[in-house]
C-alpha cells in the first residue's frame, strides 16, 4: 500500500520558518518525483514546488520562489519543503503527492497523495 505522510506543519508568526517533510512508503521513492500543493480555506489548490527523482531539478512557484527550498533524501524516503519569511498568505493545507517520471505544475497528474498538514501564519 502506497503511503505519503505529510508533517511539520503548526502555528508560526509571520516571518518565521518552518520545515515540512513529506514520508513514503509502499513505492520505489528514488523513481517518483514529489510536488507540494497548498490549499487556503476557500480556495483552489495551488502547485507550491516540485523535485524530480534525483533532487536535481526543481521548480516553484512564483510566489514561494527565494522563500522556499524543496529537497530530498532518497535514503530516507522523505522530501523537505523548507519554507522560510512566511506570510499570512502562505496559511494553507500543504500535501505532497508521487508521479512517476518527470515533476509536474499540475495536481490531476499526481498519481499518489498524502492527507496533508496545516500551516498558520499569524501576522
Known amino acids: 500500500q502506497v503511503r505519503l505522510v505529510e508533517s511539520g506543519g503548526q502555528l508560526v508568526q509571520a516571518g518565521g520558518s518552518l520545515r515540512l517533510s513529506c514520508a513514503g512508503s509502499g513505492l520505489p521513492f528514488n523513481i517518483y518525483a514529489v510536488g507540494w500543493f497548498r490549499q487556503a480555506p476557500g480556495k483552489e489548490r495551488e502547485f507550491v514546488a516540485h523535485?524530480?527523482?534525483?533532487?536535481?531539478?526543481?521548480n516553484y512557484a512564483d510566489s514561494v520562489k527565494g522563500r522556499f527550498t524543496i529537497s530530498r533524501d532518497n535514503a530516507k524516503n522523505t522530501v523537505y519543503l523548507q519554507m522560510g519569511s512566511l506570510k499570512p498568505e502562505d496559511t494553507a493545507v500543504y500535501s505532497c503527492?508521487?508521479?512517476?517520471?518527470?515533476?509536474?505544475?499540475?495536481?490531476?497528474?499526481?498519481?499518489?497523495w498524502g492527507r496533508g498538514t496545516q500551516v498558520t501564519v499569524s501576522s
Open positions: 523535485i524530480n527523482w534525483s533532487g536535481g531539478s526543481t
Open positions: 503527492a508521487a508521479i512517476r517520471g518527470a515533476g509536474s505544475f499540475y495536481a490531476k497528474s499526481y498519481e499518489y
